[in-house]
């Protein structure tokens, strides 16, 4: 009863394995002519770790009776699922005469047993033959070179001749360009101090070195009217340096107040008595005359006034002249240089239709 169990049991385990075992067999092409070659390719599908012994085929071996072996390749083994793996080989055939063969199956052995593919069929076609004119054979004609034709040339040879024209333009411009120095011409903002302020500066400075206390009270007065005739004159826009106090006054008076116009009236003719008089005062007429000159200004100052300036420089036809003929040659030079580059571009192009 136990042998009996394991014959069983040892053929179950056989008929497995061998339903496991598949091996196919195409060819990729079922037509060809006298000469040719075809690629067969056989596939064997088993239980990974099972041996396998495929057919050896020697060059100029005949698989079938007028099909020729000329060569095959090794073995290619690929994993697959389910611990399964594909093993392939491909053989290449030929014929040299014209009929319909048979090839008969391959066979392979797994773990000792015999497995073999389907069976295909070739078919070998001849190259048709003018048989009723044998004489007229002709050998295989020689490489011919293809004449010159200058239709297809003349547009890549007069697109080159323009290439080099603008070339040489362009050294040109550029030789101008660098010969035509830029001009320039920027546009300065500088920091403005307004009148009232470089004069209160200048009083501070008075003020700073003590001349108003100083023995020298022709300096101090010299100073002090200085200041205030600078300020006089950027503020109320008249020639206040080359007038004398009388018509400053009198200038003076049209716009201002009179208490104003007396105050600085008294400390003009002081500072003219003390220059040209050798008159002398006390320190106490120095301070008056000093904070006389102080008050005026700061009645009379603009406080609303932009306290920057923009300096534009003043250029000639001639200077602008050349800085448009630079912002032209610049323009040419751009313009030059896009063009040659789409020029080179379809040269290059047309050049590779020519030549492939």
């Excluded at 056989?14 to 079922?30: F, H, K, W, Y």
């Excluded at 080989?89 to 593919?117: A, H, R």
């Excluded at 005359?289 to 036809?317: D, H």
């Excluded at 240089?337 to 379809?346: A, K, P």
Aim: hydrophobic share 45%; with cysteine; glycine share 4%.
């Amino acid at each position: 009863m136990k042998r009996i169990i394991t014959y069983i049991s040892l053929l179950l385990i056989g008929l497995t394995a061998g339903a496991q075992v598949n091996v196919e067999s195409s060819i990729d092409s079922m037509e060809i002519f006298i000469g040719e070659q075809v690629e067969m390719t056989v596939g064997v599908t088993m239980k990974q770790g099972q041996r396998l012994v495929m057919p050896v085929f020697k060059p100029q071996e005949m698989i079938a009776p007028g099909v020729e072996v000329i060569g095959e390749t090794a073995a290619d083994t690929a994993e697959m699922d389910n611990d399964m793996v594909r093993v392939t080989k491909k053989i290449t055939l030929t014929s040299f005469d014209e009929n319909l063969y048979y090839l008969p199956p391959v066979k392979v052995k797994v773990d000792g047993k015999e497995y073999e593919s389907k069976s295909l069929a070739l078919k070998v076609l001849t190259v048709p033959v003018d048989t009723l004119h044998p004489n007229q054979f002709f050998p295989p004609k020689g490489v011919q070179n293809n004449p010159f034709a200058w239709s297809e040339w003349s547009t890549v040879f007069w697109l080159s001749v323009l290439m080099i024209i603008l070339f040489l333009l362009a050294v040109y411009l550029r030789m101008r360009l660098r010969e035509n120095k830029p001009i320039i011409a920027n546009v300065r903002i500088i920091k403005k101090v307004l009148p009232h302020q470089r004069a209160m500066q200048q009083i501070e400075q008075i003020k700073a070195n003590r001349l108003v206390t100083s023995e020298n009270q022709k300096e101090y007065y010299t100073k002090l009217t200085e200041t205030l005739r600078k300020y006089i004159e950027e503020r109320f826009g008249f020639n206040a340096m080359e007038m004398t106090s009388d018509e400053i006054i009198e200038r003076l008076q049209q716009a201002e107040d009179k208490r104003m116009i007396d105050e600085l009236r008294e400390l003009f003719t002081t500072a003219d008595l003390v220059k040209f008089a050798k008159y002398s005062t006390l320190i106490n007429e120095n301070d008056a005359n000093l904070v006389n000159a102080i008050e005026f200004i700061n009645t009379t100052k603009q406080e609303n006034l932009p306290t920057e300036e923009r300096i534009e420089p003043q250029l000639t036809e001639q200077d602008k002249r050349s800085i448009r003929s630079r912002i032209t040659i610049k323009w040419l030079l751009v313009a030059i240089g896009v063009l040659c580059v789409l020029i080179v571009l379809y040269v290059l192009y047309q050049l590779f239709l020519l030549l492939v």
